[in-house]
Structures are given as structure tokens and as C-alpha cells.
């Protein structure tokens, strides 16, 4: 059998081990996962009633259209219900987009350091992608801008920006977007929206009448807690939304989803909780890292990239040998870790494992 000639050498996702998989190798009793940008206060107590709730009807299927959590949604933003599409985490919506815009041959512009499922559907698409190098970890619009081509079909802007957490401002963004040709889409990917409490971030919805080309994404996996139920979603016109949803796989959101996400609307008291204790524990981290004499970039999501000036797989490694979890491997970052953001505990824990990693690094063996 022969697959696509251009998936041949793709990377497969690697995941991280599960943490109890780390507890028995280390023969640890606890493990602090701060590698995946998670909400570790959980999710809305309403989220979880209605999950339990969902208990006596696994065996019926979803709404394929998820009706009610869309209207509810809809409410919650202030737009029409046929603006908004639904997938298995914001990734699906991702590649639903790629499925349907992208054919072989067509450029696709994106950030050098970026969340890297825009290139990875762009490439199973047999697209182009054009990676435009960050500056001081942001997006360097005018250069994106400069990249488009006629055959540019899809720009991507991640805000804020995974790995490195900077946010392009409302003012930047309209400027950039106004200069961008009405045919070519830019997705605007708003996984970490709920977090940033700069007043500067763009206010995106508001934006949707003005720019029929802009698509927004958004997910229930971060402040919302439900990453394991994998449903985020975009939002668009309602054309675009149309065109979207043409190559979309039924059903591909479940019950317990939809309805966890639908109470966790509900709870906007949980989610202001999280945005605080979220914003406390960057200024702890940033205040550390001052003190530790270590750079990093100003963040606006519930993470921080930050150079600790040592090869960053040596220390992660080390970190993972004292039962911390972070994120490496950021090829444009050799010497930069991401650390999510943690309850103050968890936090404290990192800190004081950083610095003992870190001291045991600079010590002659």
C-alpha cells in the first residue's frame, strides 16, 4: 500500500507519558505536570453535573449540529447561531479549515515558532507553508504581510502566542489585517482569550462584520478545564462557517462535551477565579525568574517561555527526574523551557527544582 506521497515523512505526534507511567519509572509518590498549558483548578462544578447527568445516555449519539450548545454560545457572544462551528478541540477546526481552503500547491503563512498543527495540516494538504521568523517572540506582521503572495491562501496569528505567550494588540492587528487582500483567510487563534487581561488584546468578535475574511478559534480545553473532552470551535461568517462545516465529520463532538460546555458557559464566577489566580501565579513565576537572574518572555496565556541559559532538554530531564513536567524542544529556543502555569503549591515546587537543576548544572562534577 502506498500512502500520499507527501505524508510519507511526517512527523507523528509524540505525546508525553501519562503521569503515572512517570511514577513508576521514578518510583515517585507525586508528579507535577506543568507541560500542557492545563487549567489546574479543573473545571466548573456545574461542568461536571452535567457530565454525570450524561452518565444514562452514552449509548444514544450526539447532536451532530450540537444545537443547544451552539445557541448558547451564540447568546454568550452576541452573534448568530450560524456563525459558529464546533470540533474535537480547536485542532479539528484547524484542519477542517486546511481540508477546505488548502489545495497542493497554495501558501499558507504562519510564525517560525507557532502551535504546530497549522503546518502539519497545511502539509497533509500538500500546501506551502511560509514560516516568518518572530521578533523578540512576537508575530512581525509587516513581514507576514510582505509574504503574501497570490498564492497565499491562509495567514495564521496565534494570540497569544504558543510557546512564547505575546499577544499582537488590537491596534496592530487591524492595521495588519486591513492590509491583508480581502480573498485571503486569517485565522486568529484565541485558545488563551479567557486569560489575558491586557487592554490592548484585540476585541475579536466585534471585529467578525468588519473582515469577512477573519476566522476566530476558541477552546473549552484551557480556562474551561474540559481538555479531555476535546471540543473547541470557531467562528466566522456565516458563508465561511457553511464551507467549514461541508467537510466536517458528523457527530464528531460528543454528549458530555456539549453539555459540560454548555454548564461551563454558565459558570463565568469559576472563570474570573481562574483568570486571577491564573494572573498571580505569572507575576510569582516572572518575579522568580527576575530574582534567578533568567530571561523570558512577558506572557499573556497561562505559560511562560523562559531561557534557562542550559540546554533545555538537559533540564528538562533533570526536572522530570524530581517530578516535574515542562515542555521542551522549541527548535528556535535551544535554551528555552514552557512551563504552565500551576496552583501556587505547584509553582513553589518548580521554582525550587529549577533552581537546585540549575545549580547542580553549573557545579563541577
Same mark, same amino acid.
Given at each position: 500500500?502506498?500512502?500520499?506521497?507527501?505524508?510519507?515523512?511526517?512527523?507523528?505526534?509524540?505525546?508525553?507519558?501519562?503521569?503515572?507511567?512517570?511514577?513508576?519509572?521514578?518510583?515517585?509518590?507525586?508528579?507535577?505536570?506543568?507541560?500542557?498549558?492545563?487549567?489546574?483548578?479543573?473545571?466548573?462544578p456545574?461542568? &461536571?453535573?452535567?457530565?454525570?447527568?450524561?452518565?444514562?445516555?452514552?449509548s444514544?449519539?450526539?447532536?451532530?449540529?450540537?444545537?443547544?450548545?451552539?445557541a448558547?454560545?451564540?447568546?454568550?457572544?452576541?452573534?448568530?447561531?450560524?456563525?459558529?462551528?464546533?470540533?474535537?478541540?480547536?485542532?479539528?477546526?484547524?484542519?477542517?479549515?486546511?481540508?477546505?481552503?488548502?489545495?497542493?500547491?497554495?501558501?499558507?503563512?504562519?510564525?517560525?515558532?507557532?502551535?504546530?498543527?497549522?503546518?502539519?495540516?497545511?502539509?497533509?494538504?500538500?500546501?506551502?507553508?511560509?514560516?516568518?521568523?518572530?521578533?523578540?517572540?512576537?508575530?512581525?506582521?509587516?513581514?507576514?504581510? &510582505?509574504?503574501?503572495?497570490d498564492?497565499?491562501?491562509?495567514?495564521?496569528?496565534?494570540?497569544?502566542?504558543?510557546?512564547?505567550?505575546?499577544?499582537?494588540?488590537?491596534?496592530?492587528?487591524?492595521?495588519?489585517?486591513?492590509?491583508?487582500?480581502?480573498?485571503?483567510?486569517?485565522?486568529?487563534?484565541?485558545?488563551?482569550?479567557?486569560?489575558?487581561?491586557?487592554?490592548?488584546?484585540?476585541?475579536?468578535?466585534?471585529?467578525?462584520?468588519?473582515?469577512?475574511?477573519?476566522?476566530?478559534?476558541?477552546?473549552?480545553?484551557?480556562?474551561?478545564?474540559?481538555?479531555?473532552?476535546r471540543?473547541?470551535?470557531?467562528?466566522?461568517?456565516?458563508?465561511?462557517?457553511?464551507?467549514?462545516?461541508?467537510?466536517r465529520?458528523?457527530?464528531?463532538?460528543?454528549?458530555?462535551?456539549?453539555?459540560?460546555?454548555?454548564?461551563?458557559?454558565?459558570?463565568?464566577?469559576?472563570?474570573?477565579?481562574?483568570? &486571577?489566580?491564573?494572573?498571580?501565579?505569572?507575576?510569582?513565576?516572572?518575579?522568580?525568574?527576575?530574582?534567578?537572574?533568567?530571561?523570558y518572555?512577558?506572557?499573556?496565556?497561562?505559560?511562560?517561555?523562559?531561557?534557562?541559559?542550559?540546554?533545555? &532538554?538537559?533540564?528538562?530531564?533533570?526536572l522530570?527526574?524530581?517530578?516535574?513536567?515542562?515542555?521542551?524542544?522549541?527548535?528556535?529556543?535551544?535554551?528555552?523551557?514552557?512551563?504552565?502555569?500551576?496552583?501556587?503549591?505547584?509553582?513553589?515546587?518548580?521554582?525550587?527544582?529549577?533552581?537546585?537543576?540549575?545549580?547542580?548544572?553549573?557545579?563541577?562534577?
Amino acid at each position: 500500500m502506498k500512502p500520499k506521497a507527501n505524508i510519507v515523512n511526517l512527523p507523528v505526534y509524540q505525546p508525553g507519558k501519562p503521569i503515572e507511567e512517570v511514577k513508576r519509572e521514578l518510583g515517585l509518590s507525586e508528579v507535577v505536570k506543568l507541560a500542557s498549558n492545563e487549567n489546574p483548578y479543573g473545571c466548573s462544578p456545574l461542568a &461536571k453535573e452535567a457530565i454525570v447527568a450524561e452518565f444514562s445516555n452514552l449509548s444514544v449519539y450526539p447532536d451532530g449540529s450540537a444545537a443547544e450548545l451552539t445557541a448558547a454560545l451564540a447568546g454568550h457572544l452576541g452573534i448568530n447561531s450560524n456563525q459558529i462551528i464546533f470540533g474535537c478541540g480547536s485542532d479539528e477546526i484547524i484542519a477542517l479549515i486546511a481540508r477546505a481552503f488548502l489545495s497542493s500547491g497554495d501558501e499558507t503563512i504562519m510564525a517560525d515558532q507557532t502551535f504546530s498543527v497549522y503546518k502539519s495540516n497545511a502539509d497533509i494538504e500538500n500546501a506551502v507553508s511560509i514560516e516568518v521568523p518572530l521578533v523578540d517572540g512576537k508575530h512581525d506582521l509587516d513581514a507576514m504581510l &510582505k509574504a503574501i503572495t497570490d498564492r497565499t491562501k491562509i495567514v495564521w496569528v496565534c494570540n497569544p502566542n504558543n510557546p512564547t505567550g505575546t499577544i499582537v494588540s488590537e491596534e496592530e492587528f487591524i492595521r495588519f489585517i486591513d492590509a491583508v487582500p480581502s480573498e485571503v483567510m486569517v485565522v486568529l487563534d484565541e485558545a488563551y482569550y479567557e486569560y489575558v487581561v491586557d487592554s490592548s488584546y484585540p476585541e475579536s468578535i466585534k471585529l467578525l462584520d468588519r473582515y469577512h475574511n477573519l476566522v476566530v478559534l476558541r477552546t473549552f480545553s484551557k480556562i474551561y478545564g474540559l481538555a479531555s473532552l476535546r471540543i473547541g470551535y470557531g467562528i466566522g461568517q456565516a458563508e465561511v462557517i457553511r464551507f467549514i462545516n461541508q467537510v466536517r465529520e458528523p457527530f464528531n463532538t460528543g454528549r458530555p462535551a456539549q453539555a459540560a460546555a454548555k454548564a461551563a458557559l454558565q459558570d463565568q464566577k469559576f472563570i474570573e477565579s481562574c483568570r &486571577k489566580n491564573n494572573a498571580e501565579g505569572i507575576v510569582y513565576l516572572q518575579q522568580e525568574f527576575d530574582r534567578m537572574g533568567l530571561k523570558y518572555f512577558p506572557s499573556h496565556g497561562n505559560f511562560i517561555l523562559v531561557d534557562v541559559q542550559a540546554p533545555a &532538554k538537559e533540564v528538562f530531564e533533570s526536572l522530570l527526574s524530581k517530578g516535574i513536567i515542562i515542555r521542551s524542544g522549541f527548535s528556535c529556543y535551544p535554551t528555552y523551557i514552557r512551563v504552565s502555569v500551576g496552583t501556587p503549591e505547584h509553582n513553589q515546587a518548580f521554582i525550587g527544582a529549577l533552581e537546585q537543576v540549575l545549580r547542580d548544572m553549573k557545579s563541577p562534577v
